[in-house]
Structures are given as structure tokens and as C-alpha cells.
């Protein structure tokens, strides 16, 4: 068809040489050029773009039921992946001791605690891990939300081969480094409370490591499919998991009866079986042009350029998830350093339970619990991050102001919601983790206690991920390293060492975290009000200079450290 169009352009040029036989050089010159030109474009293939939904959408339509669309289904995505955990300790749990905890000469008063606080310990673990290697996945979807806004299609297609390609390849590096480092990390958490749950953490942890590789591959692919307007189809497909997790949970701890290292092989099966599902998802939009993601055009070699923008935008998150389980692994090591109250340690040997494992096994019903709600406040903040971002970088500041107010107010609701199903049901909780029915009251006080927590945290982690999509490092870092560092360690420790020989020293110890929480969110919320209020753009269509929570630092601190980041 083009050669052909291309000899009917050369018939009427021929005619209307011959009809013009007094024609200049110059004028068969500039005829042959464009007929050449002609050609060209003709064999030329045109590219078109992919039809990308969330570009119709997340800057026109209302924010109130976009951000309930994008949220809604990633917060019950995210708790069915917190889940992983969970349902492998209250499988492992009741599994565990009647198959083979039996074979092994355990009693069940013995290997249930145990096989709780590992769950506990392999929690700790894995939530570094999954922070760094997530790390890239996080900064590549609120730059692919920014790229989106601006319609830059081409640098989005190489964005995203780049982000799998370096995923994949930071998921290795970390796999090899924590295989190694697990066991004297989990030594330091038991604080050689239970030899059984040191060796059974040990182990599960070193076999889940491999289940990192699929996880991480579909964290990416969840993320850029929920850039992409897709948030319903990929948290189904993410969700797929569990039910699967559990049948081979089963299979492995109760049918095989294998010890906790069967909770390992039930994930690696069960993530894979999602990777896959996501995989062919995505490469169906592809067949239909609905997506941006593995482009043939473009190199999956990484680009030193990309990567580093993408690990800036990711690092504030990395390193609060990082500071966040150092914590974590704080509260349970002062913990498990308080002294057991005289009555509960009676009541304890009477009953044929050992001491020790009061606070460990108590702390660890939180973790698995805390997780969960963790998994709920991180729901709210990836799915709104990116509705955030799109609006930020096309400036439109009135969507962006609203957008943030209605994360709020999401993020208060869905975490006092599950607060109210855990604080009235936490005796059943702990019956859930087949710890034994007369486990003292004072264990759940203690639980019940520390989860308070969430409420505080879920605001202020709403506010770093406004700081995270709006790309505001140095406002990030700031809040993170006031949270985290200066109000935490200096609280926490404080409490615990004036309390931890007393005999009500756990309340005070689990009440000293909510503590430092609200510290934070007095110190930070005026200030942050102030800034979503101030950002606005003038009349001739510049910004005005935003008001910030860095405002609260000395000028010569905070421009020194602003130079710092733009090194």
C-alpha cells in the first residue's frame, strides 16, 4: 500500500512537470525532496500511546471516591499480605505441638509459646527486609505518578523496565546478606528466653528469604498497576494469596507435619502463585496497550540516573521502616528485661507455665497484631500516595490540600475501626495463638496497652506520606528522625528504666510508647496544618513560598541540611 500511494505521487508530479516545461532546477529540486520526505514518513511506524486510566481520572474526578477506590481495596490487599504471618503462627500454633512438637518430646505447654514468639521474631526480620527491598518499587511509583502528570511516556516506559530489573537484582543482595545474619539477630531478640523458639525462628526465617523474590516482583507490579487506575483488579490478584498459604499451611504443618519451616514453603508457593497471576494480568493490559510496563523499546539494563532518583524518593520510607523495627525490636528487648510481677510468676508455676516466656509470648501476640494494623495505615498511604502525587506535580494545590485532609480522616477511621475489634477481642486474640486459657490477665493489660499506639502513628504516618508523594525529603527525614529518635529513645528508655523493677512496671513501660506518639503529633500537626493551608499558587499561575515543618528549625540548621540533599 505505501509503494503504492508513492507511484501515484510520482504519476501527478510527471504531469505537472510536463504541463510546466519552463520549471527551474530549484523547483525539481524542492519536487524531488518532498516526494523523498513523502516516502519516509509513509514506511515511518507511528508510536502510540498507551490508554492509561488514572490520566482521565485522578485529576478531574471527585477525590472523595477515588481516594475510597484506590484505598478501600489496597488497605484489605495489604491486610491479607499481613496476614502471611499471622495465619502461619495461628496454624503453627495449634498445629505444630500435636503433630511435630509430639514427635519431637515437646509438650504442648511448652512448644506453643514458643512457636509463638518465633512468629514474632521472623516478623521483626522481615519487615528490614521487605523495607529495602521495596525501597526502589516506592520511589518508581510516586516518580511514574509525577512522569503520568506530565505525560512524559517515554522516560515512564524506561522508569519501569529499569525499577524490575534493579528490584530483582536488590532482592539477591539482601536474600545472601540476611541468610547470614538471621541467627544472631534472633539470639539478641530471645535474649536465650527459649532455645526451641530460637532455632525455630532461625530456620523459618532463612526459608521465607526466598520467598522475597516474588514478593518484591509483585509489590512492583501492585504498585505501577495502581498508578495506572487499576487498584481493584491488582489488590484481588494481590489478595490471591492467602487462601492459598493456608491450604499449604495445612499440607505441611498439619498432613506432612513439619516444624515452623513448613509456614516457609506454604509462602514461596502461595507468592509465586500471585506473581504469576499478576504477570499475566499485566501482560494482557499490554496486548491491549493499558499500560506502560515492559516495554520491548526500552533497556531493563538499570540506569544509574533513574536509580538514583528513585532510591531518593524511596529512602525516606526505607529508613523509617528500618528506624520503626529497631524500635520494635526495642520494645521487645526492654520487654522482655522487666520484671515479672510476684503474683503473675505464682500464679505461672502453679499452673505449670514457665516465667520467662510471660513477656516474650504477651509481645509477641502485639507484634502479630500491631502488624496487622500496620498493614492498614500502610494501605491508606500507598493508595492515596499517588493521587497526591499526580495532583502536586500538575499543581493543582486545592485538590492536593483536599486529597490530604480526606487521607486524614481515612486513615482515623480504618485504624480506630480495627483498634475497637482488637481492644474488645484481645482475650480471644491470645486464645487464637493457642496460648494456654490460663495465661495470665496481666499479659493481655500488657498487649492491649502497647497496640494504643496505632491511632497516634496512623496520623503521623499519614503526614510523612503526604511529605513522600509531594517528594519533600528534607520534611520527611525531619518528621521521621523526630518520631522516631528523639522522642522515642528518649521517652521509652526513661520509663522503662525507672519502672522495669517494679511491680506494675509493665503498664508504665507499654504506656510510655503511646506517650512518645502523641508527643510527636503535638509538636508536628499545628505546623503541618499551616503548611497544607499556605500551599496555593498566585494569581500568575508561580508558586508561593511554602510554609513547613521545617520552619521549626533554626534557619542555619535547616538551610545547611537542604544544601546537604541537593549534593
Same mark, same amino acid.
Given at each position: 500500500?505505501?509503494?503504492?500511494?508513492?507511484?501515484?505521487?510520482?504519476?501527478?508530479?510527471?504531469?505537472?512537470?510536463?504541463?510546466?516545461?519552463?520549471?527551474?532546477?530549484?523547483?525539481?529540486?524542492?519536487?524531488?525532496?518532498?516526494?523523498?520526505?513523502?516516502?519516509?514518513?509513509?514506511?515511518? #511506524?507511528?508510536?502510540?500511546?498507551?490508554?492509561?486510566?488514572?490520566?482521565?481520572?485522578?485529576?478531574?474526578?471527585?477525590?472523595?471516591?477515588?481516594?475510597?477506590?484506590?484505598?478501600?481495596?489496597?488497605?484489605?490487599?495489604?491486610?491479607?499480605?499481613?496476614?502471611?504471618?499471622?495465619?502461619?503462627?495461628?496454624? /503453627?500454633?495449634?498445629?505444630?505441638? &500435636?503433630?511435630?512438637?509430639?514427635?519431637?518430646?515437646?509438650?504442648?505447654?511448652?512448644?506453643?509459646?514458643?512457636?509463638?514468639?518465633?512468629?514474632?521474631?521472623?516478623?521483626?526480620?522481615?519487615?528490614?527486609?521487605?523495607?529495602?527491598?521495596?525501597?526502589?518499587?516506592?520511589?518508581?511509583?510516586?516518580?511514574?505518578?509525577?512522569?503520568?502528570? &506530565?505525560?512524559?511516556?517515554?522516560?515512564?516506559? &524506561?522508569?519501569?523496565? @529499569?525499577?524490575?530489573?534493579?528490584?530483582?537484582?536488590?532482592?539477591?543482595?539482601?536474600?545472601?546478606? !540476611?541468610?547470614?545474619?538471621?541467627?544472631?539477630?534472633?539470639?539478641?531478640?530471645?535474649?536465650?528466653?527459649?532455645?526451641?523458639?530460637?532455632? $525455630?525462628?532461625?530456620?523459618?526465617?532463612?526459608?521465607?528469604?526466598?520467598?522475597? !523474590?516474588?514478593?518484591?516482583?509483585?509489590?512492583?507490579?501492585?504498585?505501577?498497576?495502581?498508578?495506572?487506575?487499576?487498584?481493584?483488579?491488582?489488590?484481588?490478584?494481590?489478595?490471591?494469596?492467602?487462601?492459598?498459604?493456608?491450604?499449604?499451611?495445612?499440607?505441611?504443618?498439619?498432613?506432612?507435619?513439619?516444624?515452623?519451616?513448613?509456614?516457609?514453603?506454604?509462602?514461596?508457593?502461595?507468592?509465586?502463585?500471585?506473581?504469576?497471576?499478576?504477570?499475566?494480568?499485566?501482560?494482557?493490559?499490554?496486548?491491549?496497550?493499558? @499500560?506502560?510496563?515492559?516495554?520491548?523499546?526500552?533497556?531493563?539494563?538499570?540506569?544509574?540516573?533513574?536509580?538514583?532518583?528513585?532510591?531518593?524518593?524511596?529512602?525516606?520510607?526505607?529508613?523509617?521502616?528500618?528506624?520503626?523495627? /529497631?524500635?520494635?525490636?526495642?520494645?521487645?528487648?526492654?520487654?522482655?528485661?522487666? @520484671?515479672? #510481677?510476684?503474683?503473675?510468676?505464682?500464679?505461672?508455676?502453679?499452673?505449670?507455665?514457665?516465667?520467662?516466656?510471660?513477656?516474650?509470648?504477651?509481645?509477641?501476640?502485639?507484634?502479630?497484631?500491631?502488624?496487622?494494623?500496620?498493614?492498614?495505615?500502610?494501605?491508606?498511604? &500507598?493508595?492515596?500516595?499517588?493521587?497526591?502525587? !499526580?495532583?502536586?506535580?500538575?499543581?493543582?494545590?486545592?485538590?492536593?490540600?483536599?486529597?490530604?485532609?480526606?487521607?486524614?480522616?481515612?486513615?482515623?477511621?480504618?485504624?480506630?475501626?480495627?483498634?475497637?475489634?482488637?481492644?474488645?477481642?484481645?482475650?480471644?486474640?491470645?486464645?487464637?495463638?493457642?496460648?494456654?486459657?490460663?495465661?495470665?490477665?496481666?499479659?493481655?493489660?500488657?498487649?492491649?496497652?502497647?497496640?494504643?499506639?496505632?491511632?497516634?502513628?496512623?496520623?503521623?504516618?499519614?503526614?510523612?506520606? *503526604?511529605?513522600?508523594?509531594?517528594?519533600?525529603?528534607?520534611?520527611? *527525614?525531619?518528621?521521621?528522625?523526630?518520631?522516631?529518635?528523639?522522642? !522515642?529513645?528518649?521517652?521509652?528508655?526513661?520509663?522503662?528504666?525507672?519502672?522495669?523493677?517494679?511491680?506494675?512496671? *509493665?503498664?508504665?513501660?507499654?504506656?510510655?510508647?503511646?506517650?512518645?506518639?502523641?508527643?510527636?503529633?503535638?509538636?508536628?500537626? #499545628?505546623?503541618?496544618?499551616?503548611?497544607?493551608?499556605?500551599?496555593?499558587?498566585?494569581?500568575?499561575?508561580?508558586?508561593?513560598?511554602?510554609?513547613?515543618?521545617?520552619?521549626?528549625? #533554626?534557619?542555619?540548621?535547616?538551610?545547611?541540611?537542604?544544601? $546537604?540533599?541537593?549534593?
Amino acid at each position: 500500500m505505501k509503494e503504492s500511494n508513492f507511484v501515484e505521487e510520482q504519476d501527478e508530479s510527471q504531469s505537472i512537470n510536463n504541463s510546466k516545461k519552463k520549471e527551474s532546477n530549484k523547483g525539481k529540486t524542492n519536487l524531488s525532496s518532498n516526494q523523498k520526505d513523502s516516502k519516509i514518513s509513509l514506511k515511518k #511506524p507511528t508510536k502510540t500511546k498507551a490508554k492509561i486510566a488514572s490520566e482521565e481520572v485522578y485529576g478531574t474526578e471527585n477525590l472523595w471516591k477515588i481516594l475510597l477506590r484506590v484505598t478501600g481495596p489496597t488497605v484489605l490487599m495489604l491486610l491479607f499480605v499481613g496476614m502471611y504471618n499471622v495465619t502461619d503462627a495461628l496454624l /503453627a500454633s495449634y498445629l505444630i505441638p &500435636q503433630n511435630w512438637g509430639l514427635s519431637q518430646g515437646f509438650a504442648p505447654e511448652v512448644s506453643n509459646p514458643a512457636i509463638v514468639a518465633a512468629g514474632a521474631y521472623n516478623s521483626n526480620i522481615m519487615y528490614i527486609v521487605i523495607a529495602i527491598i521495596t525501597t526502589i518499587n516506592i520511589g518508581s511509583e510516586i516518580k511514574y505518578a509525577k512522569l503520568l502528570s &506530565q505525560g512524559k511516556h517515554d522516560e515512564a516506559k &524506561q522508569l519501569l523496565n @529499569t525499577t524490575f530489573s534493579s528490584t530483582a537484582l536488590i532482592t539477591f543482595i539482601i536474600f545472601i546478606i !540476611f541468610l547470614g545474619v538471621t541467627p544472631p539477630i534472633v539470639e539478641m531478640l530471645d535474649n536465650n528466653s527459649s532455645t526451641l523458639a530460637m532455632d $525455630q525462628a532461625t530456620k523459618y526465617t532463612q526459608v521465607e528469604l526466598f520467598w522475597t !523474590f516474588f514478593y518484591a516482583l509483585s509489590d512492583m507490579l501492585i504498585r505501577i498497576l495502581r498508578v495506572e487506575g487499576k487498584a481493584g483488579w491488582s489488590s484481588v490478584l494481590g489478595s490471591l494469596g492467602l487462601p492459598i498459604n493456608l491450604l499449604f499451611d495445612w499440607i505441611f504443618m498439619g498432613v506432612v507435619g513439619t516444624s515452623l519451616v513448613g509456614a516457609g514453603y506454604a509462602s514461596i508457593i502461595a507468592e509465586g502463585i500471585t506473581f504469576f497471576a499478576l504477570l499475566f494480568f499485566v501482560l494482557n493490559l499490554k496486548r491491549k496497550n493499558e @499500560t506502560n510496563m515492559f516495554d520491548k523499546n526500552s533497556s531493563y539494563i538499570p540506569s544509574r540516573v533513574i536509580l538514583i532518583a528513585s532510591i531518593s524518593i524511596g529512602s525516606p520510607v526505607l529508613f523509617r521502616s528500618i528506624i520503626q523495627t /529497631a524500635n520494635s525490636i526495642t520494645i521487645t528487648t526492654f520487654a522482655t528485661r522487666i @520484671t515479672v #510481677p510476684d503474683t503473675v510468676k505464682a500464679d505461672m508455676i502453679s499452673n505449670g507455665l514457665d516465667p520467662n516466656t510471660f513477656y516474650s509470648s504477651s509481645v509477641a501476640v502485639y507484634t502479630e497484631l500491631y502488624a496487622l494494623l500496620f498493614a492498614v495505615m500502610t494501605g491508606v498511604v &500507598q493508595g492515596s500516595g499517588s493521587v497526591i502525587a !499526580f495532583n502536586y506535580h500538575q499543581k493543582k494545590y486545592d485538590r492536593v490540600k483536599l486529597a490530604t485532609l480526606i487521607t486524614l480522616l481515612y486513615m482515623f477511621i480504618w485504624v480506630l475501626f480495627i483498634q475497637v475489634i482488637f481492644q474488645t477481642q484481645i482475650s480471644g486474640f491470645f486464645a487464637l495463638w493457642s496460648l494456654p486459657p490460663n495465661w495470665p490477665q496481666e499479659g493481655q493489660d500488657f498487649a492491649s496497652i502497647l497496640l494504643m499506639r496505632s491511632i497516634f502513628v496512623g496520623i503521623s504516618y499519614a503526614i510523612f506520606g *503526604y511529605y513522600v508523594s509531594t517528594n519533600k525529603l528534607w520534611e520527611s *527525614y525531619l518528621l521521621l528522625f523526630m518520631q522516631s529518635i528523639i522522642v !522515642f529513645y528518649i521517652v521509652v528508655p526513661v520509663f522503662w528504666a525507672v519502672f522495669k523493677d517494679s511491680q506494675n512496671g *509493665y503498664i508504665w513501660y507499654s504506656l510510655s510508647i503511646t506517650i512518645s506518639e502523641i508527643i510527636v503529633i503535638l509538636l508536628v500537626i #499545628p505546623a503541618f496544618i499551616k503548611e497544607i493551608f499556605t500551599l496555593k499558587k498566585t494569581p500568575d499561575g508561580t508558586d508561593y513560598p511554602e510554609y513547613s515543618i521545617s520552619d521549626l528549625i #533554626p534557619d542555619k540548621v535547616r538551610d545547611f541540611f537542604i544544601k $546537604q540533599q541537593k549534593r
